[in-house]
Every structure is written in C-alpha cells, then in structure tokens.
C-alpha cells in the first residue's frame, strides 16, 4: 500500500527519514515485539539506539543536538516504528511530542542544555505527567499540590497513567501551585521537571495493561518530594496552558501511531486474504473480504492525508488544535475499525497469538483513550466549531 499522503508528495528528506526508520524497524523491532508483548517488556536499549539516529530529537533544533526535521518527517518515522511495535512508537511520541517540546518553548537557555541536549541524543528518557487517579478527562481537577519553601517547591500527590514514567530522566509533571482550597482550576497549576532522583519520588504502581504492554505505564507518588525552584517551567501558573499545547502537537504523533497500527493490521489481512484457502479459492477472490480491504485502504489513506495536512499548516505556524484533534480522532477510531476487521479476515487465526493481528487489536484500543479520548476530540472540535 502506498505510504505518502497523495495530496502532498513526499520531499527526498521525508522519503530518507521514512526509509531509515523503516529499516530500523524491521530489523531492531518487529523480529522481537511480539516476545516484548508476551513478557510486558520494555527494551532499555532502544533508548540509546532511537538517540543514535536522532529519533529522539526530531523536532528539536541542531544547537541543541535534534534533528530540526519537520513535523511530517517525525510523523513519518513514528509509523514506520509503529507498524513494527506501537509500544515503541509511544514511547518515542511522548518523548518527542510533549516533555521536549514543553522545555524547547518554556525552558531557560540553563534547562534546555541541562536537559533538552541530552534527551535529544536519547541519553535522556522523557516523560509526561498530567493526569492523576481522579483527573483524567478533566486534568485542569488535578490535586498534586507544591508549596514554595525557600529555594524549593515541595509536591505531594500522585500522577496517574504516565508512560516511560519508571524508565524517564526528565519527567514534566503538572502541579497546583495557588493555595492550597484556592482552586484557581487552569489557572493555578504550574510545570516542574522532575528527576528521579529528588528525595520523595518513587514509582508507585506498575500496571497490567490489556495492550501496549511493552510500554510500561505507572502511577507516580511525591511524597514532600523537594524540587529545585530552578526546577520550575516558564512561569508559574501557566502548568495547565503548557500542558494542552503540548498535547495539541501530542495528539499528532498518537494519530502517527495509530496509524501505524492501522497499517500493519491492513498489509497482514491483504498477505492472509491471499494465502487462505477456502471453498476451493483464495479468500481474496471473494467480495466479502476485497470490500473489507478497499474500506481498510480507504480509511488509513484519507486520515494519513489530514494528519499529513495538519503537520504541514502546524509547521506554517497555523493553529492546528481543531485539525490535531480530528487527526487524533479520525487515526484512533480508524486503527480500532482496521484491526477489527483485521482479525475478522484471519477468522480463528486472528484470535490466537500465532498471528500478530490480535495484537493490534489490543495496541489499537488505548489509542481512543490517552492524551485526550475521542470524547475530548469531539469536545475540542465542537467548541473550535462554536467559537
Ligand atoms: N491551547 C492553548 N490554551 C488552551 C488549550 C490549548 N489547546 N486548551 C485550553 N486552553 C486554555 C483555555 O483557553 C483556557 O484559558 P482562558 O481561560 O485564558 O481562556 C484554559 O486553558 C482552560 O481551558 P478550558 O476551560 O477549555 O479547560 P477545561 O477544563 O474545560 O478542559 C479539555 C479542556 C480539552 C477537556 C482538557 O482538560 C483536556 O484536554 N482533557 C484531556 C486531558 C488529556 O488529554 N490528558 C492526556 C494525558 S497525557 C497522556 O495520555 C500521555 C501519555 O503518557 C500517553
């Protein structure tokens, strides 16, 4: 299946970035991502190998060691990874999307060499803490609270759901900072980085994931953790801004992974329909399944080509936020319908591990669920449309 966005042919730098990304896949992921589902193992030194060819600084400029690709070259590569093992792809959309790109617009010239250099060349893991057990949906309800004492903030609370939250170095993690029963909502929360090392963190549950579980997932808990207060983001009380502008250039790398999935599921049931005998003839030969596959095509095209799109107004400046959002939608809804009928094309077979459909079919779940579910699209979408 043709892998560019037709609307938007791809420039020779796109089409070398997808090919490496493509080989390293093939080669480094897929040959291992079904053990990695199977033992819910994360390999650290994907880490190091990603930072070698720069796939962790993409988006960052080369002062400070990235790549300074543009948004479609990332999201290009984050299929690529992602067709191989979406619990890699995640890991490297976090990265990418949300902690470096939160300390590239709000860090100090001090912080981005500190941290954003060595992320950049995959000698640093980052990570993102927004949400909490009881702020999902609606983050700006979050409760972890720091108190200035000093030259240090002092948190408490838990984080919730945090991917590479127990393998990152650089976690940026949302907290209220207005006093405590003040309850500004957005308001009152502020941006910390945070390392592993402040006396107080400690990763506080792992969990057991129905998908993605190559991708460790964890509760967080800072307990009177003490933060340097040169350790703070931007400016105080502008937490909650960062956080949603970060996840509006989020949202495109979970369109980019889904999309991934999306495509493995598709190229899988397009070699089973061809090699699966019944009735006297290849299971291709009959309308039932071409009409599956044509609808699979037709779905993943025309959503790469909006994501496509959207990256490209992103990188002209435009504010993409509605458009992110229905890339977001579209790709997660499209992953779920594709690796559905995926499994549905493999009969018995998609529904035993032999075959690796199954495991798209779980991956391509909790891409309808995290930085934002189709219920939040649909809620950004319908107020851009009102406003
Ligand atoms: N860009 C800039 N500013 C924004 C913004 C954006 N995208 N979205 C909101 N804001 C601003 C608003 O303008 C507003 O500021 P003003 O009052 O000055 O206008 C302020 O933020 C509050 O906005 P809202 O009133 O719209 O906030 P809300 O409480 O109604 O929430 C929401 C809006 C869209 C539902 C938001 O809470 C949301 O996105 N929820 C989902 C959270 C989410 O995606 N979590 C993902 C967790 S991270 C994760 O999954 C990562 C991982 O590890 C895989």
Redesign the pocket.
């Known amino acids: 299946m043709p892998t560019d966005t037709l609307i938007t042919p791809l420039t020779e730098t796109q089409r070398d970035i997808q090919r490496l990304a493509r080989e390293f896949a093939a080669n480094e992921i897929a040959p291992f991502a079904a053990r990695w589902d199977a033992d819910a193992f994360f390999e650290p030194s994907l880490v190091g190998k990603l930072g070698q060819l720069g796939f962790l600084g993409m988006l960052l400029p080369e002062a400070l060691d990235g790549l300074a690709l543009d948004s479609v070259s990332y999201l290009l590569a984050l299929e690529e990874i992602a067709a191989a093992d979406a619990s890699v792809a ?1 890991m490297m ?2 990265h990418n999307s ?1 902690p470096t790109q939160m300390l590239l617009r709000w860090g100090n010239p001090e912080q981005q060499q500190r941290f954003l250099a060595p992320m950049a060349r995959g000698e640093k893991l980052g ?5 909490e057990p009881e702020a ?6 979050l409760t972890t609270q720091a108190v200035k004492r000093g030259d240090e903030w002092v948190l408490t609370g838990t984080k919730a ?5 127990n393998t990152a170095d650089v976690i940026l993690a949302m907290a209220r900072t207005d006093q405590p029963g003040a309850r500004k ?3 009152g929360i502020s941006a910390f980085i945070i390392t592993p090392d402040l006396p107080g963190f400690s990763v506080s549950k792992k969990e057991d994931k129905l998908g993605l579980r190559a991708s460790p ?1 964890v509760q967080l808990r800072f307990d009177e953790m003490r933060v340097p207060a040169a350790n703070l983001l931007g400016e105080a009380g502008q937490g ?2 960062y ?3 970060s ?2 250039h ?2 495109l790398g ?1 369109a980019a992974q889904a999309i991934g999935i999306a495509r493995a599921a598709f190229e899988a049931a397009v070699a089973y329909a061809g090699e699966r005998t019944q009735f006297g003839q290849p299971i291709r030969d009959f309308q039932a399944i071409q009409f599956k596959l044509a609808d699979m095509a037709a779905r993943i095209a025309s959503t790469r080509a909006l994501l496509h799109l959207t990256a490209a107004a992103k990188d002209r400046g435009e504010n993409v ?1 509605m458009f992110g959002s229905m890339s977001k939608l579209l790709a997660s809804e499209t992953a779920m319908w594709v690796t559905t009928q995926a499994v549905q094309v493999f009969g018995g077979y998609g529904y035993v591990k032999e075959y690796p459909v199954e495991r798209y079919f779980r991956d391509a779940k ?1 891409t309808e ?5 189709s219920e ?1 699209q649909r ?2 979408i319908a ?1 851009a449309l009102s406003a």
């Not at 990570?127 to 949400?131: H, I, N, P, R, T």
């Open positions: 995640v959309s976090v949300l990570a993102f803490a927004l949400s999902g949906s609606d983050a700006a309800s759901w945090v991917t590479n939250g909502g957005a308001k997932t909650f801004i956080a949603m502008q996840l509006d989020g949202r979970i936020g909790v669920i995290y930085e934002g579910t939040v809620m950004v107020r």
